[in-house]
């Protein structure tokens, strides 16, 4: 099938390359020419496992392209819309600038009988206005169609999705839309991949209400984290506890500096915003108070290293393991580990701070940080080292040898990925975050 994608960045590039990856034939759009340029060359503008193989075996097949020109959709049947829906600046709201300006530029190319599939996170009520704007411009239809992927993982969930949502427009529409989407999703069908029909509207709130729950479920712990903190009890035994019982489930249930990235904060965030548009904003009021805990988190973890040093931080050496918002991923995209960085450099501590991926794009948004690759040079005479980001590498740190880099063992667990008593058995004072 001929396929179009217009958006080519965490979402749009993995599906553009997934897509092609299952056979279809596919053109990728995006307004950056930088970004056009290195996609076309088969290598992926960004971190992510999996992505560069499959750009490169799709651009070699010949079924992949990248353009800057949205003239090349032409002859696509169904056209992904995979555009960013960032907070808007000093706002909660989304910012739709990037999906009006991708439909508006998009409608003069599409053919009787094509179908607009949209896949950006919006709020609520965006996709029946839509729908109105392609039906007036052009005779093609709109279906909303989220997605789930998570980065780290996006090759893996755009391949095989755990479910599938079709958000459909009503009358005769409604057939033409489902028929283009299962022929695009035929291989996940045909694996009986749950599928969901809806409505728009539900189709959008699918979308967001999962990101809201997700992002609840993390500073619920987080919460219990804070309890933990004043009575002594063990957060991680707590969830392990909890997480036993099927009907919570112990994933996403780890405490720590918090959820960041492109998607959990901004959504709960737009999600809180179109309730009160809607004249429903207490039915989610309890998202500003998810939103808290979380932040709360990365104080937290700034005031134990100041704790640390009896509040004598200025000029101490901190070592900074991470800056991606999760690993596996080079985003840091309101990342909890970077702002930990930056709180404590804005304190007068001398950061170092390290990531297997993230460095560059860190250095762009915060060049006040020293950033180093090797690990080792980041602990050598460090006073303290602050785990925000539990990559591999650091989870796999072997306490004792590096126990003789530090000018001092102390470290503190943001995200409680390390072995307590290996660490304290090698000689560190070890904080982690909701545990004793
Ligand atoms: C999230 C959702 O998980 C995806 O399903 C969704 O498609 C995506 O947003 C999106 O809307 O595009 P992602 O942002 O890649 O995916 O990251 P997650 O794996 O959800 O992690 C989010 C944050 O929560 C990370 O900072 C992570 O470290 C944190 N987290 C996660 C915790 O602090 N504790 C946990 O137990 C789990």
């Known amino acids: 099938m001929k396929l179009s994608v217009i958006g080519c960045g965490y979402l749009g590039a993995v599906h553009a390359a997934a897509m092609a990856e299952l056979g279809h034939e596919v053109v990728g759009i995006d307004v950056d020419p930088n970004k056009v340029a290195t996609l076309a060359a088969g290598e992926a503008p960004f971190f992510e496992p999996g992505l560069p193989e499959i750009l490169a075996s799709g651009i070699a097949s010949g079924r992949l392209s990248f353009s800057t020109d949205m ?4 002859g696509a049947k169904v056209h992904f819309v995979a555009v960013g829906t960032p907070q808007r600046k000093g706002e909660n709201a989304a910012d739709l600038t990037y999906v009006d300006a991708a439909i508006d530029s998009l409608i003069p190319y599409l053919s009787d009988g094509d179908l607009v599939a949209g896949k950006s996170t919006v ?13 007036a411009g052009s005779g093609a239809h709109l279906a909303w169609n989220p997605e789930f992927l998570r980065e780290g993982f996006a090759v893996e969930d755009t391949i095989s999705p755990d479910r599938l949502v079709y958000g459909l427009p009503g009358g ?18 045909s694996r009986d991949t749950p ?6 509207a539900t189709a959008e709130l699918v979308k967001v ?12 712990i987080n919460a219990m984290a804070e309890i933990a903190e004043t009575t002594g009890a063990d957060v991680t035994q707590l969830a392990d506890a909890i997480g036993f019982d099927a009907r919570i489930g112990r994933r ?8 960041g990235g492109g998607c959990l904060p901004k959504d709960i965030r737009a999600f809180t915003a179109r309730a009160e548009e809607l004249g429903r904003g207490e039915s989610v009021a309890f998202l500003k108070e998810v939103d808290s805990i979380n932040l709360r988190r990365r104080q937290k973890v700034v005031d134990l290293v100041v704790e640390s040093f009896d509040g004598q931080i200025f000029g101490k050496k901190v070592a900074v393991l991470g800056l991606a918002f999760k690993p596996d991923s080079d985003d840091i995209r309101d990342s909890p580990a970077l702002d930990v960085a930056a709180r404590l450099k804005g304190l007068g501590a001398e950061v170092i701070a390290t990531d ?10 915060h060049p006040q940080l020293d950033f180093t690759t090797d690990i080792d040079e980041a602990l050598t005479g460090a006073d303290a080292v602050v785990v925000v980001t539990e990559w591999k590498v650091f989870r796999e740190l072997d306490p004792a040898r590096v126990a003789g880099l530090v000018a001092r063992p102390y470290v503190i667990d943001g995200r409680n990925c390390l072995v307590p008593s290996d660490w304290r058995d090698a000689g560190w004072t070890y904080q982690g975050l909701g545990r004793p």
Do not use: Q
């Open 195 to 200: 599928l969901v029909v809806t409505d728009y």
């Open 356 to 365: 297997p991926e993230a460095i560059a794009n860190a250095k762009r948004t």
């Open 123 to 135: 709020p609520v009520g965006t996709a029946a206005r839509l729908a109105e704007k392609v039906a």
């Open 172 to 189: 005769d529409a409604f057939e033409v839309a489902k028929s283009a989407l299962d022929e695009v999703y035929e291989v996940a069908l």
């Open 252 to 259: 996403f249930l780890n405490a720590g500096v918090g959820f």
């Open 71 to 74: 003239a090349d959709v032409v």
């Open 209 to 220: 209400s999962a990101n809201a729950f997700l992002a609840t479920k993390i500073s619920f």
